[in-house]
């Protein structure tokens, strides 16, 4: 799979204070790329650099194999974070405008949101004032509006704020359904879960510098430290536990399960394979729960802005 | 191009549709209008109250030496009639005041003559009484002394001084009159634009940082195109408003003097009643519209077109960086007031060292400083400018636009991103360099 976007060595400084530090990404075509990063890391100074905003002090970002140039606003599609519309506007008028501004004829415009308003049920809001639609709808007029023009990078600056749960499942319905038509999308936000749910590759990026990146199962390999969670029904706890944890080393564990069973991690070294675990368990006592504990991208995220602060 | 074309057409469609907008466009040549019929259907009123003025005249010299005056008439009683009477007849049938003139030989009457009144009276009643008395006098004297009067008014001319310039083009002092009307009125039109619609650009500004729609348009098209096509649009509904204005107000103006008889121009001195008595006012407008005639128009035209196109914009960038700059309306009177002192040190070097002397020094300096020019120059032109200069008054003013533009646009660039802070001097300057 190709890049669509690669930046190498990408800087930025605002007088004294440097905002992106030689920040080189690579953002294969069609996938879901997570930016994340603590506030005011450089996730949106980037974003602004990649959308013609401002313009890197050193560096170069390529798309597509060439160098950004103007032309290139129309391939791409950009929800802020901080957005919103004309408020005196209407609805209609508004979009043709936005759509038009990103160079596209008013008739194409015109077709294109009529489909993608059938499509999200709003039809009825075109001749409204955008002061008389909620703050959520605002924001569903918001998407078409970046998507209309088909870019083949579409940026999301936590998209989902101001969604309620059922319009933010729409959202994230056609953000994948935007990434099986081939679009590439980068997606930038605090809210890990949906990170965990959409992103194939992710850079962190803390203190103008990035700290990680790649696809997500390869950080999650990386960041694992061979850790099961187990449950065995036992009649003495303490005995058992003692037993276990003279062989290997044993944490407090919570998780769920039906019964009142004994509940610990263990970790193992790496010397040690999981099934060695397993068997030395079953002759002790019935294992009902045995799973290797897969950090969270919340975890990673924590862990790996923490040890680089220190 | 095309979407500086766009943003243009939405920035002139957004101002001309709001309400607002509309209401001020239609309403204000109507609530001006309204106005000065109001007032001069009042004077009329307050002259058509005719007011009597009694004069008691006990040396019988001055009898019928006072006519009709304004709106007020005069009514002489018998000369042997008594002083107390008198004044109890005025003060009965409630006239204006009674003109008292005790019999006495003219050389004590200097400090005697009295005017009783129940308000305080009309000055120029007063003058117009003490010139007739002073006239009636002199006359009396000379007529005392054996002088001829008809042999006077013979001798007197009245001498009128022509005044040329050397190309033998002749002016008057209506001319510099008229000239000073036409520069000023140039020149504070242009500051009245730019006040008005410099504060409307600056306005749309703020409402798009405080819409936060702004990074969404600036991800379609450059910060420059923005700005400009904000200061282009704005403009154009601004010359828009102006328009009607002129049209509405003259076609009001014209039917309110038909329906109502009104006559407008009536709202003036006196002196220009007496003037059009002795038919010099005809004269004066008859020379007024050969004077007119012998302005430099073209000049005064293009210049005026040159003026305006390039004062306005260097001023209009200035309202679109502030705009940028700050979050709110309220933060932004520390920047204002340098603009607004600006525009206002040219309108009144501009009326009051042109008036004096239209190329002296301190014009002449003005009308070279790009952020006077344009309207100190345009007062100075009727008055006759050299070439040179206006080319060079013009030449600094857009290369001073074009610096200015720039660095606004830096500005606007770096400050319609930044939230939530106003920022000061030092950090605007920071910003141009980032």
């Not at chain 1, 749910?197 to 803390?206: M, T």
């Not at chain 1, 990035?210 to 029904?233: C, S």
Request: with cysteine; aromatic share 12%.
């Amino acid at each position: 799979m190709s890049n669509l976007l690669v930046a190498t060595n990408v800087s930025k400084r605002y007088g004294d204070y440097t905002a992106l530090n030689n920040l080189s990404l690579e953002i294969p075509k069609g996938s879901v790329f997570g930016l994340l990063g603590p506030n005011g890391a450089g996730k949106t100074t980037f974003i602004r650099i990649i959308n013609q905003i401002t313009y890197p002090d050193q560096g170069e970002v390529l798309l597509n194999g060439e160098r950004l140039q103007p032309k290139h606003i129309a391939k791409i599609g950009y929800m802020p974070e901080e957005r919103g519309l004309y408020k005196s506007m209407k609805v209609g008028e508004q979009a043709l405008y936005l759509a038009q501004l990103k160079g596209l004829s008013k008739k194409e415009a015109k077709e294109r949101l009529q489909f993608w308003f059938d499509k999200l049920e709003i039809g009825g809001w075109w001749s409204k004032k955008i002061q008389e639609l909620s703050k959520g709808m605002a924001q569903k007029i918001q998407f078409v509006v970046t998507v209309l023009h088909e870019p083949e990078l579409l940026i999301f600056d936590e998209p989902f704020s101001g969604f309620d749960p059922i319009n933010a499942n729409i959202i994230k319905d056609e953000i994948l359904e935007l990434k099986k038509n081939g679009a590439t999308i980068i997606f930038s936000t605090h809210r890990m879960e949906s990170v965990e749910e959409l992103c194939d590759e992710i850079a962190l990026i803390n203190k103008s510098n990035k700290i990680l990146d790649g696809k997500l199962i390869d950080i999650k390999r990386q960041f694992k430290n061979n850790v099961y969670e187990v449950a065995l029904e036992a009649e003495n706890f303490g005995s058992l536990k003692e037993e276990i944890s003279s062989k290997y080393l044993v944490s407090e564990a919570e998780f769920k399960t039906l019964g009142n069973e004994l509940k610990m991690n263990i970790q193992l070294e790496e010397s040690h394979s999981p099934n060695e675990l397993l068997s030395f368990l079953t002759q002790k006592a019935p294992v009902t729960h045995f799973k290797e504990v897969i950090p969270s991208a919340n975890d990673i995220f924590i862990k790996a802005v923490k040890s680089y602060n220190q | 191009m095309k979407q500086l074309k766009l943003i243009i057409k939405r920035e002139y469609l957004n101002k001309i549709r709001n309400k607002s907008f509309i209401v001020m466009t239609f309403l204000s040549p109507l609530i001006f209008i309204g106005l000065i019929s109001l007032v001069a259907y009042l004077s009329r009123v307050n002259n058509d109250d005719k007011q009597i003025v009694t004069v008691l005249d006990q040396t019988g010299r001055y009898a019928n030496q006072f006519e009709d005056f304004d709106s007020f008439t005069f009514q002489y009683l018998n000369t042997s009639q008594q002083f107390e009477s008198a004044k109890t007849a005025v003060e009965e049938q409630e006239g204006y005041g009674l003109l008292f003139i005790p019999n006495l030989p003219e050389n004590q009457l200097k400090s005697k003559i009295t005017f009783y009144a129940e308000d305080s009276p009309s000055i120029d009643l007063l003058r117009y009484l003490s010139k007739k008395i002073e006239d009636k006098t002199f006359e009396d004297n000379l007529k005392e002394s054996g002088v001829n009067l008809s042999q006077i008014s013979e001798t007197s001319s009245n001498i009128d001084i022509r005044v040329e310039n050397f190309s033998g083009e002749e002016s008057s002092k209506i001319a510099g009159v008229l000239k000073l009307v036409f520069g000023g009125a140039a020149g504070y039109f242009l500051m009245m634009f730019i006040i008005i619609y410099g504060n409307m650009i600056m306005r749309s500004v703020i409402e798009e940082k405080t819409n936060r729609i702004i990074e969404i348009i600036i991800s379609s098209v450059k910060p420059i195109q923005l700005m400009m096509g904000k200061i282009i649009g704005t403009s154009l509904a601004g010359i828009t408003q102006f328009v009607v204005w002129l049209f509405l107000g003259s076609v009001l103006f014209f039917t309110v003097s038909i329906i109502f008889h009104v006559d407008l121009g009536s709202v003036d001195t006196p002196q220009k009643a007496m003037l059009e008595n002795s038919g010099a006012m005809e004269a004066m407008v008859q020379t007024g519209f050969a004077e007119i005639a012998n302005l430099p128009l073209a000049t005064l035209i293009i210049s005026f077109l040159i003026y305006f196109i390039g004062g306005y914009l260097l001023y209009s960038s200035i309202y679109v960086s502030i705009g940028a700059a700050v979050d709110s309306e309220t933060d932004t009177q520390q920047f204002m007031m340098p603009v607004i002192m600006m525009l206002m040190l040219g309108v009144y070097v501009g009326f009051f060292t042109v008036i004096n002397n239209p190329h002296g020094t301190v014009a002449t300096v003005f009308s070279f400083i790009p952020f006077t020019s344009p309207i100190v120059m345009l007062m100075r032109i009727p008055f006759g400018v050299p070439l040179w200069q206006i080319i060079l008054s013009m030449v600094i003013l857009y290369i001073t636009f074009t610096g200015v533009v720039w660095l606004a646009a830096k500005i606007y660039r770096v400050g319609i991103l930044m939230y939530g802070k106003k920022p000061s001097y030092k950090e605007l300057y920071k910003w141009l360099k980032y």
